[in-house]
T-cell receptor
Framework: AQSVSQHNHHVILSEAASLELGCNYSYGGTVNLFWYVQYPGQHLQLLLKYFSGDPLVKGIKGFEAEFIKSKFSFNLRKPSVQWSDTAEYFCAVNARGYNKLIFGAGTRLAVHP | SAVISQKPSRDICQRGTSLTIQCQVDSQVTMMFWYRQQPGQSLTLIATANQGSEATYESGFVIDKFPISRPNLTFSTLTVSNMSPEDSSIYLC???????????FGAGTRLSVL
């Protein structure tokens, strides 16, 4: 069965610090990969996605993620976080051609000014 | 993307009662999904609702507890039946749009059962 692991449940950073959130999945076939973000009091929003091609994908608000197939990873990065990045971040995976999304447990990021 | 409206946004219910949650989309979509997010946990898929067919439930979820309707391509309801405190969660609907099976989510319904 597919599963998604997010290694950091809580991350606290100061503004301008660099961010990397880990995401690993278990599935032997071809996958689509997603990062969603949930800002306080708001609904889940798509941050970025990977389907195929360049394994380094760029999303909104300066976020990027790198797909490393050999490591079954899709880590999220941002070189310099802002206070407004305070949110919960979810990694999600679905098997190519299937619509069932499997979510990781989420990472709560708090950015202090 | 799509605009997805859920009603109610929150509710407090008594044990043994039922609550129906509505999900309205501003465009026609084939696939709609219902998720549960229990306190401090991630999202878990309850069922997939296609218009014109019975909903498909995930392991651990049954139709008697979570009946779903999908009367047309823009609307769905999820009922949480015979509620207990363990049903206290956020319930979210989502729709699938475009290539790559991208899902877009509503704001959720925060349910508390006393």
């Amino acid at each position: 069965a597919q599963s998604v692991s997010q290694h950091n449940h809580h991350v606290i950073l100061s503004e301008a610090a660099s961010l990397e959130l880990g995401c690993n999945y278990s599935y032997g076939g071809t996958v689509n990969l997603f990062w969603y973000v949930q800002y306080p009091g708001q609904h889940l929003q798509l941050l970025l996605k990977y389907f195929s091609g360049d394994p380094l994908v760029k999303g909104i608000k300066g976020f990027e993620a790198e797909f490393i197939k050999s490591k079954f990873s899709f880590n999220l990065r941002k070189p310099s976080v802002q206070w407004s990045d305070t949110a919960e971040y979810f990694c999600a995976v679905n098997a190519r051609g299937y619509n069932k999304l499997i979510f990781g447990a989420g990472t709560r990021l708090a950015v202090h000014p | 993307s799509a605009v997805i409206s859920q009603k109610p946004s929150r509710d407090i219910c008594q044990r043994g009662t039922s609550l129906t949650i509505q999900c309205q989309v501003d465009s026609q979509v084939t696939m709609m999904f219902w998720y549960r997010q229990q306190p401090g946990q991630s999202l878990t898929l309850i069922a997939t609702a296609n218009q014109g067919s019975e909903a498909t439930y995930e392991s651990g979820f049954v139709i008697d507890k979570f009946p779903i309707s999908r009367p047309n391509l823009t609307f769905s309801t999820l009922t949480v039946s015979n509620m207990s405190p363990e049903d206290s969660s956020i319930y979210l609907c989502s729709v699938e749009l475009g290539i790559g099976n991208i899902q877009y989510f509503g704001a959720g319904t925060r349910l508390s059962v006393l």
